[in-house]
């Protein structure tokens, strides 16, 4: 359709296009109800930076359960209830609300999956052709908010490495940079995100294989670099492949099981989420969870950032 053609639609048409994975009608609709959502966090927020907060958290969610709405009629009271929930748990929590919790307020249909519903459609590579706008810093505290189990402020800064209000001041750009993106973006080509995506899964299925067999090392250096610098948990920080494949091996000798739980693939950070699985004779050996972030130059790994979530937790 045509911009000229999608300004004239109803409510009813942008929705059922864009439930079809018609991007462009989406962000017309979130655009013509974006007037009336801002309202809707003012009159719970306040003149405050939490009230444009909100109706960016609740457009980012719209985006991502659009597939869930039941009633198309019902798409400007849809999202303004969004964003009067949303308001509502910034302004009341008394501590970070976990990603989880701001998804239930899009009330999705009974056993959806939000994450499967954004793969399945042409939202997934809007979204992610969006995200690349971003800057490297604000990707990622947004990749990982948004899809890793590590969406705790005080988590986010312990990985990157940065204070809590750097964090705080980083999503908040990250938020307003992206609703723009989105609407700038709704009409460009796309990169394929599933397709990334089962690229770099491959890879991560074939270094955690080959972390059980003895040739961790050579699976390494195909698509490292051979001075990768990695940050670890506790602090140190080595260069090189060595060090990796030493921990490794020397967990695999011990009995730990590595297994893959979740992969986030952009252009140029991957992030693993794996588990940790001890031996029953040691079940305190490692922390129960491992986050890998990868950054990458001309493809290739140069940097890891190594983090147990379980471990750093202090909420």
């Known amino acids: 359709m045509t911009t000229a053609t999608t ?30 959502m801002r309202a809707v966090a003012l009159s719970v927020c306040g003149h405050r930076p939490e009230a444009e907060d ?17 009633d198309p009629a019902a798409v400007g ?7 009067r929930n949303v308001g509502r748990l910034q302004f009341r929590a008394q501590r970070e609300v976990p990603v989880d919790q701001l998804e239930l307020v899009a009330s999705p249909a009974v056993g959806s999956d939000p994450e499967r519903i954004v793969e399945r459609t042409a939202h997934a590579d809007w979204l992610w052709t ?72 491959a890879e991560a299925e074939e270094m955690l294989w080959s972390g059980r067999h003895g040739s961790f090392a050579r699976t390494l250096a195909k698509t ?42 952009a252009r140029d950070v991957v992030i693993l989420e794996t588990d940790l699985i001890n031996p029953p004779e040691d079940p305190f050996h490692c922390p129960p969870s491992a986050v890998w972030v990868q950054s990458l130059e001309a493809d290739r790994v140069s940097r890891l950032r190594v983090f147990h979530p379980d471990r750093a937790k202090v909420r």
């Open 7 to 36: 300004g004239d639609l109803s409510d009813v048409a942008l929705v059922r296009a864009a439930q079809a994975g018609d991007v462009g009608c989406l962000g017309l609709l979130l655009a013509r109800h974006t007037a009336a």
């Open 224 to 265: 490292w670099s051979p001075a990768v610098q990695t940050w670890w948990s506790d602090g140190r920080r080595t260069n090189g492949i060595d060090p990796l494949a030493r921990t490794m091996y020397a967990d695999v000798h011990d009995g730990v099981v590595y297994r893959l739980a979740n992969i986030v693939a």
């Open 54 to 70: 909100a109706v960016q958290e609740a457009s980012l969610i719209a985006l991502r359960r659009i597939g869930d709405l039941r």
């Open 130 to 201: 969006a995200m690349h706008e971003l800057s490297p810093n604000l990707r990622l505290v947004t990749m990982l908010r948004y899809f890793t189990e590590v969406t705790a402020y005080d988590q986010i800064a312990a990985l990157c490495g940065v204070p809590i209000g750097t964090v705080r001041s980083r999503l908040h750009q990250a938020r307003a940079k992206l609703t723009d993106a989105l609407l700038a973006t709704a009409d460009a080509v796309h990169d394929d995100v599933a397709v990334l995506t089962r690229r770099r899964r």
């Open 77 to 83: 009271p849809w999202l303004r209830t969004i964003v």
